[in-house]
């Protein structure tokens, strides 16, 4: 069960829009719209940002938004914050399983 | 709010059977999927399972050999076992709400409890 492909690193500073993509297969991500987002900061257990692909919880910032086409799904931030410098984990549904992505680190420059 | 705690031995010895239990505050553990997930020292997190309070499960392929997950509703607790660990399972296993049919969401999420396997 191969993991689903993110950037290992990505970066942006204070006010700028970045961009996280999460890349699986026809098998997973192709297939359902179950992707979710995760953000996780050192020594802490992961927060859920964005469910169904584009949905927030309730208390998640509107600068988090997903998105999905074909394949790939992607996470985007918009005004970067300090605060918002942490790794970020995709996961789709695969048909009876779930599989995470390998994690993408942000950091604010 | 509901909150869950993960419980269990921090070390295991290799060939054992690793322990946790999932302990749900706040909240009926019914009528919803709980997960386990682990993550190593450093690395991605990977999902081992979920079970659902009727005590039907969805197991990890690379893992489904040895993995055994049950749930308890009169105590409000669900459990994993992972028989014949390795140092490879050793990791940070975090327990989580699972959403219910249908979807693919992780939240609340436990602490963790960091799992050693080692002699």
């Known amino acids: 069960q191969s993991a689903l492909t993110q950037p290992a690193s990505v970066s942006g500073s204070p006010g700028q829009s970045i961009t996280i993509s999460c890349t699986g297969t026809?098998?997973?991500?192709?297939?359902?719209?179950?992707v979710s987002w995760y953000q996780q900061h050192p020594g802490k257990a992961p927060k859920l940002m964005i469910y169904?692909?584009?949905k927030r919880p309730s208390g998640v910032s509107n600068r988090f938004s997903g998105s999905k086409s074909g394949n790939t799904a992607s996470l985007t931030i918009s005004g970067l914050q300090a605060e918002d410098e942490a790794d970020y984990y995709c996961c789709s549904y695969a048909g009876s399983s779930s599989r995470f992505g390998g994690g993408t680190k942000l950091t604010v420059l | 709010q509901v909150q869950l705690q993960e419980s269990g031995p921090g070390l295991v010895k290799p060939s054992e059977t690793l322990s946790l239990t999932c302990t749900v505050s706040g909240g009926s553990i019914s009528s919803y999927y709980w997960s386990w997930i682990r993550q190593p020292a450093g690395k991605g997190l990977e999902w081992i399972g979920r079970i659902y309070t009727s005590g039907s499960t969805n197991y990890n392929p690379s893992l489904k050999s040895r993995v055994t997950m049950s749930v308890d509703t009169s105590k409000n607790q669900f459990s994993l076992k992972l028989s014949s660990v390795t140092a490879a399972d050793t990791a940070v296993y975090y327990c989580?709400?699972?959403?219910?049919?249908?979807?693919?969401?992780?939240?609340?999420w436990g602490q963790g409890t960091l799992v050693t396997v080692s002699s």
């Open positions: 026809s098998s997973d991500v192709g297939s359902y719209n179950l």
């Open positions: 169904e692909v584009s």
């Open positions: 989580a709400r699972a959403g219910w049919f249908g979807t693919n969401w992780f939240d609340p």
